[in-house]
């Protein structure tokens, strides 16, 4: 009697059932297709942004095709800097690109930021009307007007309390410019 041969043993293929190889087979596949199609973009927008590196050329002869844009302006105050209790400020300054200026009135001694409103822009000039400025007591004391960039969610946010005594521990973003006024003796209310 011939010796069996030491092969596999068969697997299984009745009808409807395909072999655990092939299902395992068809499943690496699959997988590989979705690393391919997901891993690159991935991949790309978890990587950080590439330092520029410095690459010396010769100067262009070619005149540009548009102006370069001008330079940003900085915030500074146009109205005076002794301040009624209801003022109306002016000043210099370029608004930020995508963002709105909000006006936050700080005592020189206080910790909290008590929120104005948002400034009105007219090239680089702005403005804001009817600020409060302390209490009717306060003439005399230093104040700072923190101007702050802010987002739209930001805006709407601090709309709600335009007219009201708001205080914030900060301002939702660092200050761009902080400016100081000094309260006259006019209480006249706004």
């Given at each position: 009697m011939p010796e069996p041969e030491n092969t596999a043993a068969p697997e299984d293929t009745r009808a409807g059932r395909v072999p655990p190889a092939v299902k395992w087979t068809v499943v690496g596949g699959i997988i590989a297709a979705v690393i391919a199609a997901v891993?690159?973009?991935l991949a790309e927008r978890l990587r950080p942004d590439p330092k520029p590196t410095s690459v010396a050329s010769a100067p262009?002869?070619?005149a540009p095709s548009a102006?370069?844009?001008p330079s940003p302006v900085a915030?500074?105050?146009t109205s005076p800097t002794s301040a009624p209790q209801c003022a109306d400020i002016a000043g210099r300054g370029t608004k930020p690109a995508g963002r709105e200026v909000g006006l936050f009135i700080k005592h020189a001694d206080d910790t909290k930021y008590f929120?104005?409103?948002i400034l009105t822009f007219e090239g680089d000039s702005w403005r804001v009307d009817k600020v409060m400025i302390g209490a009717?007591?306060?003439?005399?004391?230093d104040f700072d007007l923190v101007l702050v960039p802010m987002s739209v969610q930001a805006v709407v946010e601090f709309s709600k309390h335009d007219g009201t005594a708001y205080a914030v521990d900060n301002p939702p973003l660092p200050p761009i410019a902080t400016l100081r006024v000094t309260r006259t003796t006019d209480r006249t209310p706004c």
């Open positions: 891993g690159p973009p262009s002869t070619a102006s370069p844009s915030f500074t105050l929120w104005e409103k009717p007591g306060d003439a005399g004391k």
